[in-house]
Structure formats: structure tokens, C-alpha cells
């Protein structure tokens, strides 16, 4: 059998070593990439899978054939989704950051479509015009559950 004190000094090792892992853990963290891999947009007519590199390297598109309107090349990209709102108010001001760009009178009177209707638009569009990936009819190629 093994002794009270052999039990202590394997059981002080595994802790220390767990302590040590947690610290090296949290102390060098993973650097995230600087752009996104993939993103999930959430529907009720299922979920939709977007992968960036899929259309940068199989489409050879270009950053700013979807995020559009930046000021300069050295811009800030954002999300559809900050501008593109999911339930969009009748009357409400346009987004914040819709204002960090474009000045209030630049977009007064403009319908800022919401963001299932704008990137339906933009990716079934592209698609259209390349001639690549799934066609506007195609849904489940693009919404699956």
C-alpha cells in the first residue's frame, strides 16, 4: 500500500501543477485572429455560416465589396449589424456609428434597410453577379438548422 506521505507529496505535485498550468493559461493568452473566421447569423428559417475565407480566397473579394462606406482605406471595419439593425425603430435616428462617418443631412430621408434584408440583398446580388455559391431560390444552401 502506498503511504500517507506518498499520497500528500503526489497530491501537493498534481496541485502545483494545475496552479501553474491556470497561471500560464491566464497570464499568455491565445491571441485572436485579426479578422473573423466565421460568423453565425441566427434566423428563425435556420442559422446561416459565414466564412470570410471561403469569400476572400474562393471569390477573390476584397474587404470592402461588403463593408462599404468607409471614409479611407485605413478605416475601421464594422459590423453590419451596427448600422443594419435587426428590428429597426419607424422614425429613430440613424446609428451612432452611422454618424461617425456621414454626416446627419448626408443621411437624412435614407432608408437604412435591417440587416437580414440588407445582407440578403448584397450576398444574393454578388452571388447573381459572379455566378458562384448559392442563387437567391437555393435558401437551404445558405440557412440550415
Known amino acids: 500500500m502506498t503511504s500517507g506521505k506518498d ?4 497530491y501537493s505535485v498534481a496541485v502545483i501543477l494545475f ?5 500560464c493559461y491566464a497570464a499568455f493568452p491565445s491571441k485572436p485572429p485579426d479578422e473573423p473566421i466565421r460568423i453565425q447569423y441566427r ?3 435556420g442559422n446561416v455560416l459565414f466564412q ?3 469569400h476572400v480566397a474562393g471569390y477573390d473579394t476584397s474587404c470592402f ?27 429613430a435616428p440613424p446609428p451612432e456609428v452611422c454618424l461617425d462617418c456621414h454626416g446627419e443631412d448626408e443621411i437624412e430621408g435614407t432608408e ?7 445582407s440578403h440583398d448584397q450576398c444574393s446580388g454578388c452571388h447573381s453577379d459572379i455566378g458562384a ?10 440557412h440550415v438548422q
Not at 112 to 118: E, L
Not at 133 to 142: L, V, W
Open 7 to 10: 499520497l500528500k507529496l503526489v
Open 19 to 23: 496552479i501553474v498550468g491556470l497561471f
Open 43 to 45: 434566423s428563425a428559417t
Open 52 to 54: 470570410h475565407s471561403k
Open 65 to 91: 465589396d461588403c463593408h462599404h462606406h468607409p471614409m479611407d482605406d485605413d478605416a475601421a471595419l464594422i459590423a453590419c449589424s451596427e448600422c443594419h439593425l435587426k428590428n429597426p425603430e419607424e422614425g
Open 112 to 118: 437604412i434597410p435591417p440587416q437580414p434584408d440588407a
Open 133 to 142: 455559391g448559392p442563387q437567391k431560390q437555393e435558401c437551404s444552401q445558405c
